[in-house]
Every structure is written in structure tokens, then in C-alpha cells.
């Protein structure tokens, strides 16, 4: 029986919102789904590789290699092989593929549906379960579901707010929003700052296909913020403003406190890549050292919280702009629809502020789902009086 490997590695990647509310448990249902989707992506994608994609494939070989001598040793977080040149070649592949992966979309309708059902009765019954919280920042309950935290739940909640915009735009169903509602609540209830603008900006969009006009979306945008308004403060994301905000028994300064940390480490992140010699600059210091020099700077061993630096101190300035270069070519593949410019920007900064004081790509969920959320958003037109789609 002959295999459809496109079609295998569409259905993997959208399991993993699932298999991802799992990791806790059983985080080998995530790695052999990783593995599948990687072999069939390297299959599909690069088995004939395109004359564009050569200097990319070699640059990003050069890059990992050095890299991987550079540590000299196993990685302290052994995922860490595998999220660079995943981000690389996965956006690559899926920008170029757009209409292919849009029929698919099409033809797989009631799989995808039954992804995000799941998914959200499981997010829903987890709430009921005092096992899917837990006690940090200040001593606040923050829920993080079956997986117990919420920057593995968060990504995951990102993706099936994606899936419910293509079920809007592309399965021409506004109803689908409602499935924006549960991942929404779930990021809120998590007490993470970053998602939450991440979400934010996501029911916007979403909100935004719905209405299809600019003027009705602008009136009702009142009301509607008022709601999310009253939810916010409503929820633990406000404990975790409080837990985070300065004061004199504060352990760091006003900045550090703010920031949990990041003004620290990244001072020192950015010390340490000006220090190093113009080899190191330009092709990295290797996987451990990001984690030794916040472990010097800050007394814990923690990734840099931004691509950029991360980037910049693993993979050096060439892997930076590999990095770049990948997200701009995913951004005009968006552009060429000429796209409204509100839902242009609110898709930049869904990427942006997660890669700026989170990461985007440590995290395959928030990987997986944007080059979708660019296509759910390309059957979107722009006209005077508004938006069709």
C-alpha cells in the first residue's frame, strides 16, 4: 500500500495540540510524532530540493555543524538539535506550498474539526481537575491543564485559535470562532503576559473575519474589548502582574523584577556575543552556552526567552540571519494578498512578541500553526469598504 507522505504529514502536525496536552505523561507520544513529521517533511520537502532552497540547506548545514562542535558535549536540553533547522526548513517547505496545503485543509475538513473538538472538551474537563494547576509567582494557582504548564498548553491553545480562523476564512463557517473562546480562557488562567497579548491579538483577527466589514468591526470593537477587558481582570493574569510587580523586597531591580529576569541575562547575553572572537560571532558559541551564561548572570540555567539572542548566541550571526531571512520570506508570502494592513500588523506581532520575550521557535505548536495562520488569512481581499472573504 503506497503511503501519502504529504498527507501523513499534514495529519501529524495537527496532532500535536493533543499529543502536546499529553507531554506530561507521556512525552514519547510527542517525539515519534515529531520523528514522523520531520522524515516526511525532509521526504517531501527536500528529496528533490529546489535550486532556491540549495544556498539555505547548505548555509543552515554549516551552521548546525558548527554548532554541534562548538557544545562538545550533549545538550542540556536535547530538543535543542532539532528546533533550528526544523523552523528553517518546516517554514520553507510551507510558504512554498501554500495551495497544497490549503487543498488539504479543504479535503480534510472533518479531521481537522475533530482535532479541535477534542482538544477543547479535554482543555474543558481539565479545568474540573485540581491536578491541572499549580502554585507559583507569588503563591497563585495557574492552570497549565493535563500538561501542567501553561508554556506547554499556551502554544497549543495558539494553534487551535489558528485552526478556528481557517474555519472561519477557508471552511466559510464564522461559528468556528467559538472555538477561539476555550484556548483563550486557558491562556488567561495560565498567567503568562506574553500569550496573553498573543491571544489577544488572535481574537482580534478572528473576530475581525467575522464581522468582514471595517467600519461594523471598529463599533463593535468597544463592547467586545470591554468583555475581554472584564475577563482579564477577572483572572489569574492579574496575580501575576501583582506577583511581578517592584517593590522593595523585590530580589531584582525595578527592571529585572518587570521583566522576570530577562533585563539581567539579556545584559549579559549581549556582553558575551560582543566579547567573543569574529568566528564565534558569526557561526555561534554552541547549544549550553546560552544556559551557562544566564546561569552566571541570573543562577539559573534558562534559555535566552528571545530568538533573536538565542540565536545570536548559539548559531552566531549567520544563523540569525538564516532566522530572518526564513520569517521574511513567511511574512510576504502574506504580503502578496495585500492583506488589510490591522490584520498584517496583528499577525506580525502574534510572531514578534512571542519571539521577543518568549521564544517562537523552542516551541513546534507556535512553529506548526503560523505559516496556517498565513494561510487561513491569504483568502482574505482588501476592498474600501471593508474585507471579503
Known sequence: MKVDLKLLLYRAIMLFPITTLFSYYFNILNKLLFAVSFLALIYVGYRKIKKANILLVLLLIIVYVYTLLKTGAMPYNINELFYFPFMILYLTYITECMDGLQQYLIKDQRYIKLIMNIWTILVLVSFAFPSSYTVEWGGVRYFGSFCKSVWRLAPTCVFIMTLSIVGINIFKNKKDFLYSIVPFLAILS????????????????????????????????????????????????????????????????????????????????????????????????????????????????????????????????????????????????????????????????????????????????????????????????????????
Not at 569574529?278 to 526567552?305: C, E, M, P
Open 190 to 389: 495560565g498567567g503568562s503576559r506574553t500569550y496573553v497579548v498573543v491571544a489577544l491579538c488572535l481574537v482580534l483577527v478572528g473576530w475581525y473575519c467575522v464581522i468582514n466589514s471595517n467600519k461594523k468591526f471598529i463599533l463593535t470593537c468597544i463592547p467586545f474589548l470591554l468583555i475581554v477587558f472584564l475577563v482579564l481582570i477577572n483572572s489569574s493574569i492579574i496575580d501575576k502582574f501583582t506577583a511581578t510587580s517592584y517593590s522593595d523586597s523585590s530580589y531584582f531591580d525595578l527592571w529585572g523584577t518587570i521583566t522576570s529576569g530577562r533585563s539581567i541575562f539579556w545584559a549579559a547575553d549581549i556582553e558575551s556575543f560582543i566579547n567573543s572572537p569574529f568566528l564565534t560571532k558569526l557561526l555561534g558559541q554552541g547549544f549550553n552556552s546560552i544556559y551557562d551564561i544566564n546561569y552566571r548572570a541570573f543562577g539559573g540555567r534558562v534559555w535566552a526567552h528571545n530568538d533573536f539572542i538565542q540565536c545570536l548566541i548559539s548559531h552566531g550571526l549567520l544563523g540569525l540571519t538564516l532566522y530572518l531571512v526564513v520569517m521574511f520570506k513567511t511574512f510576504k508570502s502574506l504580503k502578496k494578498y495585500k492583506v488589510n494592513w490591522f490584520i498584517y500588523f496583528l499577525t506580525i506581532i502574534v510572531w514578534l512578541f512571542n519571539a521577543m520575550f518568549n521564544m517562537f521557535y523552542t516551541y513546534f505548536c507556535s512553529i506548526l500553526s503560523f505559516p496556517i495562520l498565513i494561510l487561513g488569512l491569504t483568502v482574505i481581499r482588501k476592498k474600501d469598504n471593508g474585507i471579503t472573504v
